[in-house]
């Protein structure tokens, strides 16, 4: 049957190999556990945070638990979701990504127009048959929207718009998510995706909140330390 499921796509927790992260995997699905969520993939680079054990700790808290990576291609960031476990770690260019693209994955472009530089910008365009979505970032206000770009690309293209948290502070998980219409299953969401079923929902960061966030994403990088907000 189907039906809207919430579902964060793009999320890192302790065991992302790059960025220093303060909370574990299963603290991430007891936080999406009370606040609602149905689905959620844990995107750390590089790596496939995703085990029969931590599978069943999700399922066993009502959460469906997709696998999934934020992978450094081209030395450009781009999300896998459900990528082929003992396959992904030969992905190693934007090209590759037309080699793997098929039904059962979903390639989604991570905050495309950021200033960073692993960000795809005009990457994207020039790889864009091989990318299912394109990522609407939890990091805007009503200020300052870096997403504006994406949103007319993914128009422009008939691409569907993701949310996702991002979340390098645990309590970025709900601020920016995805309403998926499909079964819960892997399989129904990634169909449904790239069929378009799917609604954003998003509350734009305060300016104290994204300064913060900047501040500890800094921090977390060079310090290896994490504000508590």
């Not at 302790?14 to 689905?39: C, H, V």
Request: hydrophobic share 40%; net charge neutral.
């Amino acid at each position: 049957m189907l039906q809207k499921l919430k579902v964060d796509f793009h999320t890192h927790t302790a065991d992302d190999p790059q960025d220093y992260i303060s909370f574990s995997s299963t603290e991430l699905i007891d936080r999406a556990q009370r606040l609602g969520f149905d689905a959620l993939a844990i995107t750390n680079h590089d790596v496939v945070t995703y085990s029969p054990a931590l599978e069943r700790y999700a399922g066993e808290r009502g959460i469906l638990l997709i696998p999934g990576a934020e992978l450094t291609l081209s030395r450009k960031h781009v999300i896998v979701i459900n990528p082929e476990l003992k396959g992904y770690q030969k992905i190693k260019t934007l090209e590759d990504l037309a080699k793997i693209k098929n039904d059962r994955n979903l390639i989604i472009a991570p905050h495309p127009f950021y200033p960073g530089f692993k960000c795809l910008k005009s990457d994207l365009e020039a790889h864009l048959p091989s990318f299912d979505a394109v990522e609407f970032s939890f990091f805007y206000s009503r200020y300052i929207n870096r997403n504006k770009k994406a949103v007319d690309l993914a128009r422009e293209h008939h691409r569907p718009l993701v949310g996702s948290s991002d979340c390098h502070n645990i309590w970025q998980i709900g601020s920016t998510y995805t309403l998926v219409e499909a079964e819960k299953n892997i399989s129904s969401i990634i169909t449904a995706v790239k069929e378009g079923r799917v609604e954003i929902e998003t509350t734009p960061l305060s300016l104290p909140a994204m300064v913060r966030v900047g501040i500890n994403f800094v921090l977390g990088d060079r310090l290896k330390i994490h504000l508590r907000i």
